[in-house]
């Protein structure tokens, strides 16, 4: 059960912003707070790919500021969260003992949800406060607390692994 809250809500997160969720998720493997050894997903714990995962969130967390951002549904970017969300489950599961599928499936679906979703907030907030930037760095908020309770429940949050 533990495990598909964690991946709902990375999955969610990965809706929000595509790299955030696993960029997180890489530094808690980095850190030893998820296990990937001896899983299909070990090379996680490769320092460029977590710094490479790391840039891409900083500059998808600036870009997304701007007017010219392109809108996050468009399919290339519904895809691209699709698959942050199921990789970022995939790994979840792995680091969990648990199948990677169930992850996958989970993440993705939230991934979706949390595409048009993260949308229609932002889009709301943007309205009552009259302005963008305030809602998008709410949003941001939002999404950074949705993947770090990801990563806490996935640590001990009563998961087995």
Same mark, same amino acid.
């Given at each position: ?13 990965? &809706?929000?912003?595509? $790299?955030? *969720?696993?960029? +997180? +998720?890489?530094? *808690? %493997?980095?850190?030893? =707070?998820?296990?990937?050894? &001896?899983? /299909?997903?070990? =090379? ?13 969130? %900083? +500059?998808?967390? #600036? ?5 010219? @951002? ?5 399919? *290339? ?6 698959l942050s969300g199921g990789g970022?489950? @995939?790994?979840? @599961?792995?680091? /969990?003992?648990?199948?990677? =599928? ?5 993440? @993705? ?9 993260? $949308? ?8 009552? #406060? ?32």
């Amino acid at each position: 059960m533990w495990l598909l809250i964690a991946c709902v809500l990375s999955g969610l997160a990965s &809706g929000g912003r595509t $790299f955030l *969720a696993p960029a +997180l +998720l890489a530094w *808690a %493997v980095a850190f030893a =707070w998820l296990p990937l050894d &001896g899983t /299909t997903l070990h =090379w996680v714990d490769s320092g460029v790919f977590r710094w490479l995962l790391t840039v891409l969130a %900083v +500059l998808e967390l #600036l870009g997304d500021k701007s007017p010219r @951002a392109p809108s996050r549904k468009q399919p *290339a970017a519904v895809v691209a969260r699709l698959l942050s969300g199921g990789g970022c489950g @995939a790994l979840l @599961a792995l680091a /969990t003992g648990h199948a990677p =599928w169930v992850g996958i499936v989970v993440g @993705a679906g939230a991934a979706v949800a949390g595409t048009w979703g993260g $949308f229609a907030l932002r889009r709301r907030l943007a309205e009552r #406060l009259g302005h963008d930037l305030p809602a998008a760095l709410i949003e941001d908020a939002l999404v950074l607390m949705l993947a770090a309770a990801s990563v806490i429940l996935a640590m001990g949050g009563g998961v087995p692994g």
